[in-house]
């Protein structure tokens, strides 16, 4: 055996428990635990703890650099708000959207055209369908008159059901709120003429003339009971004593379209609101021109139509009427005897011509109290607007062509009334036929 100098470079073997244990206290090691007791070799000693290895350090790295707005460019310090997210609508969404729509539109509209709500209508509307109007002009005018709802589901209808060509003009008795059905069926008969009669009040008519005409139309009532006051109209707003007795001068010449068999109320009502809508405040201003109340100058315009025959004349019957009453003169106008009469066509007597009555103005001067009749526009413009003329006297004329002939002095008068006379003596009593018309 050699000497030994030193360590051995040589190792002695190691034994299969102790290469067992090293295993093991590497497996510990990597798992930062100590190895169990078993393991720890067959010997009664301890094994000598192994030194605990340093822990690797990891190679230092360089920080990071992060862009000073922080994550994608936002700033760091604000916070980024979470907003809820909104939903969406689908296609299909929108689809079921569209059809619920078209659903509802479609129930409206086959409401709005078909009216399964609305029946035959009620009360009664006289409608006048003008010649040529089509189906569309025929809508409006049942809309505007309330037959039916609208002029344009109207004339939609009408095409649907193929009568636009088949719809009527004349005249016809409809209802108000009728469905479109109803109207269509209506019109697309042939008209039948309503129970109506034409009134035809002439101009100048008095009261018991406009009576016999009520009459003869066959209309029901006392027109004369009818007209003596009404709640339309009072005479004394126009300037009328407040003991006026009745409605004369304010009952409106004109043509009334009445039921046939209507009450007469019905027709003075007509004529008074006619009377309100042709008889302003014009009229008022003129009568105070000519220091008249307005009443009074219907007074003189009810002479003025018994008086002139023709236009011509009436402005200067008005200038002899207001002349005389300038001079304090009798009117000298028969007609208003007439009228106290009610006699209209009889030649007057010598006891009739001195009467003792207000309504005589050959007597009594001024007007005579109340109008003799109902005037019409043209007489009432002739008093308010009289002619510039100094004529006193007038008389018809001789050739029987109903033109007056003026005069300004009695002499020429008496010469006028005395070519009158000849003229009747040569015709047998009769007034001579015109030859120059």
Same mark, same amino acid.
């Given at each position: 055996?050699?000497?030994?100098?030193?360590?051995?470079? +040589?190792?002695?073997?190691?034994? %299969?428990?102790?290469?067992?244990?090293?295993?093991?206290?590497?497996?510990?090691?990597?798992?930062?635990?100590?190895?169990?007791?078993?393991?720890?070799?067959?010997?009664?000693?301890?094994?000598?703890?192994? #030194?605990?290895?340093?822990?690797?350090?990891?190679?230092?790295?360089?920080?990071?650099?992060?862009?000073?707005?922080?994550?994608?460019?936002?700033?760091? #310090?604000?916070?980024?708000?979470?907003?809820?997210?909104?939903?969406?609508?689908?296609?299909?969404?929108?689809?079921?959207?569209?059809?619920?729509?078209?659903?509802?539109?479609?129930?409206?509209?086959?409401?709005? $055209?078909?009216?399964?709500?609305?029946?035959? !209508?009620? &009360?009664?509307?006289?409608?006048?369908?003008?010649?040529?109007? &089509?189906? +569309?002009?025929? !809508?409006?005018?049942?809309?505007?008159?309330?037959?039916?709802?609208?002029?344009?589901?109207?004339?939609?209808?009408?095409?649907?059901?193929? /009568?636009?060509?088949?719809?009527?003009?004349?005249?016809?008795?409809?209802?108000?709120?009728?469905?479109?059905?109803?109207?269509?069926?209506? @019109?697309?008969?042939?008209?039948?003429?309503?129970?109506?009669?034409?009134?035809?009040?002439?101009?100048?008519?008095?009261?018991?003339? $406009?009576?016999?005409?009520?009459?003869?139309?066959? @209309?029901? !009532?006392?027109?004369?009971?009818?007209?003596?006051?009404?709640?339309? @109209?009072?005479?004394?707003?126009?300037?009328?004593?407040?003991?006026?007795?009745?409605?004369?001068?304010?009952?409106?010449?004109?043509?009334?379209?009445?039921?046939?068999?209507?009450?007469?109320?019905? *027709? =003075?009502?007509?004529?008074?609101?006619?009377?309100?809508?042709?008889?302003?405040? #014009?009229?008022?201003?003129?009568?105070?021109?000519?220091?008249?109340?307005?009443?009074?100058?219907?007074?003189?315009?009810?002479?003025?139509?018994?008086?002139?025959?023709?236009? !011509?004349?009436?402005?200067?019957?008005?200038?002899?009427?207001?002349?005389?009453?300038?001079?304090?003169?009798? *009117?000298?106008? %028969?007609?208003? $005897?007439?009228?106290?009469?009610?006699?209209?066509?009889?030649?007057?007597?010598?006891?009739?011509?001195?009467?003792?009555?207000?309504?005589?103005?050959?007597?009594?001067?001024?007007?005579?109290?109340?109008?003799?009749?109902?005037?019409?526009?043209? +007489? *009432?413009? #002739?008093?308010?607007?009289?002619?510039? =003329?100094?004529?006193?006297?007038?008389?018809?004329?001789? /050739?029987?062509?109903?033109?007056?002939?003026?005069?300004?002095?009695?002499?020429?008068?008496?010469?006028?009334?005395?070519?009158?006379?000849?003229?009747?003596?040569?015709?047998? &009593?009769?007034?001579?036929?015109?030859?120059?018309?």
């Amino acid at each position: 055996m050699p000497p030994f100098f030193g360590k051995s470079d +040589s190792t002695p073997p190691r034994s %299969d428990a102790e290469r067992e244990r090293e295993r093991l206290e590497r497996q510990q090691r990597r798992a930062g635990g100590s190895p169990p007791p078993a393991m720890m070799g067959a010997s009664e000693e301890p094994a000598e703890e192994p #030194a605990e290895p340093e822990p690797e350090l990891e190679p230092e790295l360089p920080p990071r650099r992060r862009p000073p707005g922080g994550r994608r460019g936002r700033p760091a #310090a604000r916070p980024v708000p979470v907003r809820p997210r909104r939903r969406r609508f689908t296609a299909g969404r929108i689809l079921a959207l569209v059809v619920v729509l078209l659903a509802a539109g479609a129930i409206w509209f086959g409401v709005e $055209i078909f009216q399964p709500f609305t029946g035959s !209508g009620h &009360g009664r509307v006289v409608v006048n369908v003008p010649i040529g109007d &089509g189906a +569309s002009q025929i !809508g409006d005018l049942l809309a505007r008159r309330g037959v039916v709802a609208s002029g344009f589901f109207f004339n939609l209808y009408a095409a649907i059901e193929g /009568d636009r060509g088949e719809l009527h003009s004349g005249t016809f008795v409809l209802r108000q709120g009728m469905s479109y059905s109803s109207a269509i069926a209506a @019109l697309t008969q042939a008209p039948v003429p309503p129970p109506v009669v034409s009134v035809v009040i002439p101009e100048g008519d008095s009261r018991s003339e $406009i009576a016999v005409i009520a009459q003869r139309d066959r @209309l029901t !009532g006392n027109y004369v009971s009818a007209s003596i006051r009404s709640p339309l @109209l009072s005479p004394a707003h126009y300037g009328a004593p407040r003991d006026t007795p009745n409605l004369e001068g304010f009952l409106f010449p004109a043509t009334y379209t009445l039921d046939r068999g209507a009450n007469v109320a019905k *027709l =003075v009502g007509d004529q008074l609101s006619a009377f309100t809508e042709n008889v302003g405040s #014009a009229y008022e201003r003129a009568a105070h021109r000519n220091h008249l109340t307005l009443y009074q100058l219907l007074i003189v315009a009810s002479m003025i139509e018994r008086e002139a025959f023709l236009p !011509g004349d009436r402005a200067k019957v008005a200038a002899v009427i207001y002349n005389r009453l300038r001079l304090a003169m009798p *009117l000298g106008i %028969d007609a208003t $005897i007439r009228f106290a009469l009610n006699d209209w066509n009889a030649p007057l007597t010598e006891s009739q011509l001195q009467l003792n009555s207000p309504y005589n103005t050959r007597l009594h001067i001024g007007l005579p109290p109340t109008p003799i009749g109902n005037p019409g526009l043209a +007489s *009432l413009t #002739a008093a308010a607007h009289p002619a510039h =003329v100094p004529y006193l006297y007038y008389v018809d004329g001789a /050739d029987g062509c109903g033109d007056l002939v003026f005069s300004t002095t009695s002499q020429a008068f008496d010469q006028s009334v005395a070519a009158y006379q000849a003229a009747l003596a040569a015709n047998h &009593g009769r007034v001579p036929t015109c030859r120059h018309r």
